[in-house]
């Protein structure tokens, strides 16, 4: 028998050389998966890993697989329309709105007595003195910015203050008062306030037939506007003094004007001219002169 080492497996693997120091304890292959590392391939599960592991990259993932922060129920990443409205945005406003609302009233209030005081103003009819023109419940509309433009012309149906009214003296507090509750509508004394038609200016002679007819200046006056019942009551010829007009309704045997009772009207009682019925909506309509 020959002496010697025994023969070796041909499958058993071949220990490290003296020289060269191990690279390190061996990895399990449950390790080396944990740890990312890719096997070589045809190793074997006894082959000792030879190198340092390899850290796996976690996969890149789309926001379409992982989603977004306020995404909608599909998670494509699309904010759904009026996920950026917060519902405290919406009561801020509405809070916001409510703080405003009684400027916004008083403001407006103001705004509909300055008109009134200066530019318009609605007027009841209360008589029958200008019928067929104006009914009883009519609503005129005055315009108090014309006549500061010009003067009263003929045939101009014009709203007038009392002329012989006594004069009211208050306070600035009661003044103010008064001008607010105009400015609501409180109801006034019927006899506070007039309309009428023109008829005579200053300086004009005015003259009134036995027949109804009127004369200014010595001229028939055509006045289509009159009721059908006419007044036979003459009136003898008196000139306009200056500053003042000469008025009369159009239902003559019916109405308080320049010929009885409220004598000639100084142009600085005129409020203004009356210049639209506004109500009833039956009756809605001009008014105009001659």
Known sequence: MASGTPPRDQDEPTPPSPEVSPPGPPASPEDASAAGAAKPAGSSAGVWATGAPAVATPAKTSSRSRGVSGAGPAGNGDEPAGAGKKPTDTKKGAVQFLRELPVLLLVAFLLALLIKTFVV?????????????????????????????????????IVFSDPHAAPVHRSPPQAFAHWITEGFGAPTSSDKDFIKRV???PGDTVEISDQGQVFVNGTALREPYLSPIRDNRAYEPIQVPPGTLFVMGDNRTNSNDSRFGLGFIPLNKVVGRAVVIIWPPSRVRWLHGL
């Not at 029958?128 to 014309?146: F, Q, W, Y």
């Open 121 to 157: 103003q609605a007027f009841y009819i209360p008589s029958e003195s200008m019928e067929p023109t104006l009914h009883i419940g009519d609503r005129v509309l005055v315009n108090k910015v014309v006549y500061h433009l010009h003067s009263p012309r003929r045939g101009d149906v």
């Open 199 to 201: 008829i005579g200016l």
